[in-house]
Each structure stands twice: as C-alpha cells, then as structure tokens.
Nanobody
Framework: QMQLVESGGGLVQAGGSLRLSCTAS????????MGWYRQAPGKQRELVAT???????NYADSVKGRFTISRDNAKNTMYLQMNSLKPEDTAVYYC?????????WGQGTQVTVSS
C-alpha cells in the first residue's frame, strides 16, 4: 500500500519562500497524477496544484506565478516551490497521489506565513 510523506513546511514571513517535498513509497508504479492540497483553519481543503506523470502542471489561480510544482518519477518524489508567500497561504499542505485506482494522502505539513 502506498505511503506519502511530506516535508519542508515551516514558519516564514510574507514574501519568503518554502520548498515542500512529498515522497511516495510502497508502489512499483509512479502515480498517474500527484498534487498538493491545503486546508486552512475553518476552511475546506482546496486544490493547490497537480502534475501528471509526464509533467503537465495545473495550478489554482491563487498560486499561479508564485508556486511551481514538479516531480521526479524515478524517485517518486513531488515538490512544491513556494515563492512570494502571503499570509493567506497559511494552511496545512497535503500531498495526494492518484494511482488510477485510488487516492492516497500524506499526513500534511504546516505552512505558516506571518505578515
């Protein structure tokens, strides 16, 4: 069964940067689609960005131009480079992997952006 482990969260000031990583294990095959979601206190979980096996990205409008999603299929690792961070980016960020049969979620990593 696939396991996802996120890392890279932390506390930064507005305008700063963070790089999140998510490594998938327990599967021979790279997930069809991987993505980052986030959930702020009192809000629903929302899509941040997704990326296909061939590297086609998709971004939420709120992060376009600031975040970059990438993946290394050989390492089963996905990244999210977060630049020009804003206080509204504060949330728990979750890694998601879609194998085509089911979705898997990581435990989440906290990102806090202070003003």
């Amino acid at each position: 069964q696939m396991q996802l482990v996120e890392s890279g969260g932390g506390l930064v000031q507005a305008g700063g940067s963070l790089r999140l990583s998510c490594t998938a294990s327990g599967s021979i095959f790279s997930p069809n689609v991987m993505g980052w979601y986030r959930q702020a206190p009192g809000k629903q979980r929302e899509l941040v960005a997704t990326i296909t096996r061939i590297g086609s990205p998709n971004y939420a409008d709120s992060v376009k131009g600031r975040f970059t999603i990438s993946r290394d299929n050989a390492k089963n690792t996905m990244y999210l480079q977060m630049n020009s961070l804003k206080p509204e980016d504060t949330a728990v960020y979750y890694c998601n992997a879609d194998t085509g049969l089911t979705n898997y979620w990581g435990q989440g990593t906290q990102v806090t952006v202070s003003s």
